[in-house]
Structures are given as C-alpha cells and as structure tokens.
C-alpha cells in the first residue's frame, strides 16, 4: 500500500465542475485539497477529449449556460475565463420549410419581450401560437412555492390540464424541456418544468440569452489548477477512487482508498461522482450509517448522444452552416452547433467544416451502433440544412465522431427531489465529515453545470463550517433570478 497522503488536506473525488466549484472555493480560502480526478483533464462529463481519429480536442456534449445560471458565471469569473464564453441574443429554429424561425428579445419589458419575435415564427400556426400564449399565462400563474406543491406531477400532463394540444407540446414546449431537463415532457416532474420555463425563458428580459464557450470546455477548467496548487494544494489525475474507508461508531470517513493503493487521509471529504459512483464507494453498512446514501439506487439515469461531423465543403465553397446553432423540432436530432471551419493542416479533418448534433433524452438511440447513429444524424442534418439554412448538399462528410454518454444525468421525475441527497450532513443519521456535491444532490435545479456548480460551492462552505473557518466575508450563495416587476403584475 502507498504511503497516506498529506492528512491536513481536505479530499475532493471528482473533477467535474462540482468538484472544481468546491476545491476552488476552498483553496480561495487558504484550505490545501487534494483534487482525485478518473479522467485525464479536469471537467467530467462536462469536459472534453482526444479524438484518436484525427488528435483533435473535442468536448464530451455541447453545455449551454444561461443567464439564470449565476452560480457557473461566478465560479466562471473567479477562474477568470469569463470572457471565454459568448452569448447570444438571438436563438434560431428551424421552421421545417428550409428557412429560420429567430426568437430575440425587444425593448418590451419582460415577460412581453419575446412576444413580437414568437408572433413571427412561421413554423407554428396562428392556433399555435394562440395556445402557447395561453399556455406561457399559464405559466406565469405558479409562483416559485405553487410549483414545488406539482412536483407529483408530469410537466407534460401540468400542460395537458392547462387547455395544450399534443401538437403544440410536441413542437414548442418539447424541444425547450428536454435540451434543459434531458427527459421528455411526460417523464419530468412539473415544477422543473415550470422552472426551467420561467427561469429560462420569462422572468426578465436576458433570461433566455444562451452562452457558449469559445473553447473545448477543458481549457476553461484548466484555470482551476493553479488555483488549487497555490494554496498548497494538489490535482491528481488520473486517478480513481476505489473506495470510502469509514468508521461507522465515530460516523466518519478515515480515507480515499484509489486504485493504486494510496490511502488519502483528510479532516473532511468532498464526494464529486455521480450518485452511481459513489454508490461502487459506499458499502452497505454507510447506508445504515448515512441516511443520504439510502435512496441513491432510486435514480434514474437519462442518456445524451452528441455526434461531431466533418464536412467537406462542395465546389463553390460554401459553409455548410452559418448560423452558430440551430434548433430542430420534430426530429431525432434536436439542436446543431457551428464549431466552425477546422484550420488548414496534415489532419483528417483541414479545411473541413465542424458541426455538432446532439440528442437529449436519447434512450431510443442507446442499442444502436455508432455507424447507425452516425448515418441517421447525417441523413437529419442534410435534410435540414437547405435552403436558407444551410449548404449540405454537395458537402462531403468525411470523419464523424459519436459520443454516447448513457448516464450523462439523472432524469427529473415526478417526486425526485424526495431521493435526491442533502449537501451537507445533517442529524444523526449522516456521516459527519462527508459533504456530497454533483447536478444529482439536492440544489432545486434540474441536471444542469448550474445545479453541479452550487453544489459544490454549497458543499465547500460545509467544509469551512466544519474546520471552524470564518465564513462572514464570503459573498451569498447563489440565487435565482428574481422576476422582473411587469411578470410580478402579470402573474399576481
């Protein structure tokens, strides 16, 4: 067996953006931890990797921010790699007929601030638009608190009851549910549904603004090493937590047993890992031990496919697509992103032209190879980029990646908030010393970087109560956004 390592470090396992949140919280406070990450780089299911085909970064999935997501922009600026990611103003969807739907914000105030562009949409009839008005009032009726009493129920089967026809679920509240909550509209649970709609789309005026990152998500996540390192700190990677030594009399983790022996020892430990992860940790006795870890086997996980196209260009020359992201409705594929032209170079892939399809909810897709897959996102993106939309035909496609993450999150059903774990150890019934972090624990978001983000910073400031540190100078937790005043008259 390796030697312990350093007993006065705080141990973090997991280095996804819950596990980053938490270590740099803590080293900004002057606390040494030892950040133990499976994976080569830093960023989990949130980073990116090697392409063996062609060497290049590529990441994982495609992440979005929005404007609600205040905790990831603060961990984003504390990291100082803010201004590596660009929002937009507009959102673009394809209409079906080879020409752009845009949905952009005016000098309305919220939540009238969309009302002109959706009104414009000639993908959605005047009777469509007619119930999705009616639907958004809806909406706008649950107050924060109305919409945790719905958590039994579906956000599919909400609308239903709200006067909203299968064609207009399918077409307009379908595509918006499942990019946020990767589950379909009768699988989530209406308060997420009903959050995602408001926070996301309706509360103010920038709500519905989508950032993206300029760079493979690694290299944002790369800023946190010298962060970590600089207050005594360490990143090991790769590097698996095999298992949780616990003393159940004292109701404490002792140490981080990794596979290659070493035993991490620490006044306090920080679980990053998804809920099945740390289940393979735990064994049967830390259930009984810690009441938290009772119900973890009651998740469940929901899959995301994200497939990376190369296009060749056709004789003339022409992008394949210029607008930076494309929603796409009643289709396998639900969103395209541009990640522009490849440089000139030895690669497979120089001068090609790179998109990004992704797929949420993608159960259906899971039994299928990856040749199947790529053939049926290749025939959905051809038939969509035509006309004013895009220039695939003629195009060459001539290296495609698949990347199925099978539990990339947990899925959001009706009464999932009554399994998902507290943050930090509370009562008896809890390991003292033990903080859980991850978009799976209890932060009253639905699966998103956002939900991981405040976990972990959550998670980092019960370390610091713990070690008896003076918390008074750190800023609030984050909040969500708070409706502005024309939504609050509006709503009642």
Not at 279 to 301: F, G, P, V, W, Y
Not at 393 to 408: M, N
Request: charged residues 25%; aromatic residues 6%; glycine residues 10%.
């Amino acid at each position: 067996m390796a030697e312990s390592g350093n007993g006065d470090r705080v141990v973090v396992i997991g280095g996804g953006v819950a596990g980053i949140a938490a270590a740099v919280r803590l080293a900004e406070e002057g606390i040494a931890v030892t950040l133990v990450e499976s994976r080569p780089r830093l960023g989990g299911r949130a980073g990116s990797f090697e392409d063996p085909a062609t060497g290049e970064m590529i990441d994982n999935c495609q992440h979005v921010l929005l404007r609600a997501c205040t905790g990831l922009m603060d961990l984003y600026r504390r990291l100082k790699v803010v201004k590596q990611v660009k929002w937009y103003h507009e959102l673009y969807f394809a209409d079906g007929q080879g020409g752009v739907d845009v949905l952009r914000g005016d000098d309305l105030p919220a939540p009238l601030h969309l009302v002109r562009s959706l009104l414009g949409f000639k993908g959605m009839s005047w009777s469509e638009k007619w119930h999705v008005a009616r639907g958004v009032l809806s909406v706008m009726q649950v107050s924060r608190r109305g919409r945790w009493l719905l958590e039994d129920e579906t956000f599919g089967g909400w609308l239903r009851s709200v006067g909203q026809p299968e064609h207009v679920i399918k077409r307009f509240w379908e595509p918006i549910v499942v990019s946020a909550c990767n589950a379909l509209p009768d699988e989530t649970s209406a308060s997420y549904g009903l959050k995602t709609m408001q926070d996301g789309l309706l509360y103010n005026d920038q709500s519905y603004e989508m950032g993206l990152s300029l760079l493979p998500l690694v290299e944002l996540y790369d800023a946190a090493i010298p962060v970590i390192e600089a207050a005594g700190g360490e990143v090991l990677r790769p590097k698996v937590c095999k298992s949780l030594e616990i003393d159940h009399g004292a109701k404490r983790v002792t140490a981080a047993m990794l596979n290659d022996g070493t035993r991490l020892e620490g006044p306090a430990f920080v679980s990053a890992v998804p809920w099945d992860r740390l289940e393979a940790m735990t064994d049967e006795a830390a259930k009984e031990t810690d009441a938290r870890l009772s119900r973890l086997d009651q998740l469940e996980a929901s899959p995301i496919v994200g497939v990376h196209l190369y296009f060749r260009p056709g004789p003339n020359g022409d992008a394949v697509m210029e607008l930076p992201h494309l929603v796409i409705r009643e289709k396998t594929v639900q969103w395209i992103f541009n990640k522009g032209m490849e440089p000139d170079g030895e690669s497979q892939t120089a001068g090609t032209h790179h998109l990004h399809a992704v797929i949420s909810a993608a159960e259906a897709l899971m039994p299928m190879s990856a040749g199947e897959i790529e053939e049926l996102v290749e025939r959905e993106v051809r038939e969509v980029l035509v006309g004013d939309v895009g220039r695939a035909a003629g195009a060459e496609l001539v290296h495609a990646r698949v990347v199925k993450e099978k539990r990339a999150t947990f899925k959001p059903v009706p009464g999932v908030d009554r399994v998902r774990p507290a943050v930090s150890p509370v009562g008896r019934l809890c390991i003292s010393n033990l903080f859980l972090a991850g978009d799976w624990v209890s932060t009253g978001w639905p699966a998103t970087m956002e939900g991981a983000a405040r976990s972990g910073d959550l998670a980092a400031r019960g370390v610091l109560g713990l070690l008896n540190r003076d918390v008074s100078g750190l800023p609030e937790p984050a909040t969500d956004p708070r409706p502005a005043m024309l939504y609050r008259v509006i709503s009642g």
